[in-house]
């Protein structure tokens, strides 16, 4: 899992974002038991967050967090800076939604 994510985050960091995108959700649907999955919804909505698309990355972590939360002693695996991001950026997507009415 590592290796591939490594892959995926290369191709990304290479401008082929789309392309990455892509790849990231192949292989959370090619493995979506393996207990690090989590990262692959994290990487995905750290790029979606990048490309803009707030909503689709709060929807990533929102899987994230509910992988974590299934798997026992999967929500001590994230670091405090990490969970803090990820309700920043869900408080702030809430916020614009709420503005659109």
Avoid at 21 to 36: G, M
Avoid at 51 to 67: C, D, R, S, T
Avoid at 77 to 84: A, I, S, Y
């Amino acid at each position: 899992m590592e290796e591939e994510l490594s892959e995926i985050h290369a191709t990304f960091q290479s401008g082929k974002h789309k392309q990455a995108i892509a790849d990231i959700q192949v292989l959370i649907e090619k493995f979506p038991t393996d207990n690090r999955i989590y990262k692959a919804y994290d990487l995905l909505g750290d790029y979606f967050n990048y490309m803009g698309q707030h909503v689709q990355a709060v929807e990533a972590w929102i899987n994230a967090l509910k992988f974590l939360e299934d798997n026992d002693g999967g929500v001590d695996k994230l670091n405090e800076g990490k969970l803090f991001d990820w309700i920043n950026i869900s408080i702030g997507v809430a916020r614009v939604m709420h503005r659109q009415g």
